[in-house]
């Protein structure tokens, strides 16, 4: 059964740091693309970052100098480096495995919870 699922969430000052992990199984992880997206009180769910197969990362304007991705292909595992956190960072973060092959599915994971405040 193909399972995505985040961690490393929590409670964090605003200048502080959180790293997340996006742990799968099921899948044959080398040829997805992986993906966080966030939600934050009052917004629709966002892009944050995305890593593709073969190890191309993007960033969205608020991520880009501050987050990190990356992905560990040996263990399944996508990454979220995050510095500088920001009050308005705080929301829910997931994890995302994009297929580019047709036939097959995305996955969504059920989301960790990040909040930055004082």
């Known amino acids: 059964q193909a399972q995505v699922v985040e961690s490393g969430g929590g409670l964090v000052q605003p200048g502080g740091s959180l790293r997340l992990s996006c742990t799968t199984s099921?899948?044959?992880?080398?040829?997805?693309?992986m993906v966080w997206y966030r939600q934050t009180p009052g917004n629709q769910r966002e892009w944050v970052s995305g890593?593709?197969?073969?190890?191309?990362?993007k960033y969205s304007e608020f991520a880009k100098g501050r987050f990190a991705i990356s992905r560990d292909n040996a263990k399944n595992i996508m990454y979220l480096q995050m510095t500088d956190l920001k009050p308005e960072d705080t929301g829910v973060y997931y994890c995302?495995?994009?297929?580019?092959?047709?036939?097959?599915?995305?996955?969504w994971g059920q989301g960790t919870q990040v909040t930055v405040s004082s």
């Open positions: 995302k495995a994009e297929a580019i092959a047709t036939h097959l599915e995305d996955y």
């Open positions: 099921g899948i044959i992880f080398s040829i997805y693309e």
């Open positions: 890593i593709t197969a073969g190890g191309m990362k």
